[in-house]
């Protein structure tokens, strides 16, 4: 199974910018990872997903332009570039995994990590 360990949520000020980190047990060069947030009393909210090759990517309008998604298979990991910060985007930050194809739906990712709190100063 895979067990996935995030990393990087801190306090940012505005227009600031952070890198996640999410590390994964064993091998996962076969699984879509993907990024959710969820702000407090709001729905779990897709951020961003990528392939298992990391050819491809997708981003909720969001925060397209702002975060970049990226993996590195050989050391098991994937990554949230967040630039140009906005407080809109504080909220707590998931990472998930999937064996086979991406996807933009919570509900297709069996493992999570724990999540790693983001906040943005206004």
């Known amino acids: 199974q895979v067990h996935l360990v995030e990393s990087g949520g801190e306090l940012v000020q505005i227009g600031g910018s952070l890198r996640l980190s999410c590390a994964a047990s064993?091998?996962?060069?076969?699984?879509?990872l993907g990024w959710w947030r969820q702000a407090p009393g709001k729905e779990r909210e897709f951020v961003a997903v990528?392939?298992?090759?990391?050819?491809?990517?997708d981003y909720a309008d969001s925060v397209k332009g702002r975060f970049t998604i990226s993996r590195d298979n050989a050391k098991n990991t994937v990554f949230l570039q967040m630039d140009s910060l906005k407080p809109e985007d504080t909220a707590v930050y998931y990472c998930?995994?999937?064996?086979?194809?991406?996807?933009?739906?919570?509900?297709?990712?069996?493992?999570w990590g724990q999540g790693t709190q983001v906040t943005v100063s206004s």
């Open positions: 998930a995994a999937r064996r086979g194809d991406y996807s933009e739906y919570s509900n297709d990712y069996g493992y």
């Open positions: 064993g091998r996962i060069s076969s699984h879509a």
């Open positions: 990528i392939n298992w090759s990391g050819s491809i990517r």
